[in-house]
Nanobody, 120 residues
């Protein structure tokens, strides 16, 4: 099985920044893509950002240039840098990976989530 651990969540004031990290217990060479998703209170889970093995990126429409997804090679994690946060960004943030070769019969894994709360 693959373990994903998110970190970096917390409480921040509107206009502030946070950097989330996602660490996977599998070699990055076996990761086809990594994504960050979020689920706010009473809302459906939505895609925030995605990073492909080739370095390609994709963002949710609501990001509007405020967030950046990337790879931190020193920490062997995928990060989500979030700037200009507003209360609508309050949510549980989840890391997801899709593997190139299955592990434990699966290609798709999720982390447990990290809470981000933005106060007004």
């Amino acid at each position: 099985q693959v373990q994903l651990v998110e970190s970096g969540g917390g409480l921040v004031q509107a206009g502030g920044s946070l950097r989330l990290h996602c660490a996977a217990s599998v070699s990055s060479s076996n990761i086809e893509s990594t994504g960050w998703y979020r689920q706010g209170p009473g809302k459906q889970r939505e895609m925030v950002a995605g990073l492909g093995h080739d370095g390609s990126t994709i963002y949710g429409d609501f990001v509007k240039g405020r967030f950046t997804i990337g790879r931190d090679n020193a920490k062997n994690t995928v990060y989500l840098q979030m700037n200009s946060l507003n209360p609508e960004d309050t949510a549980e943030y989840y890391c997801n990976i899709f593997l190139r070769r299955s592990v434990g019969g699966r290609y798709d894994y999720w982390g447990q989530g990290t809470q981000v709360t933005v106060s007004s």
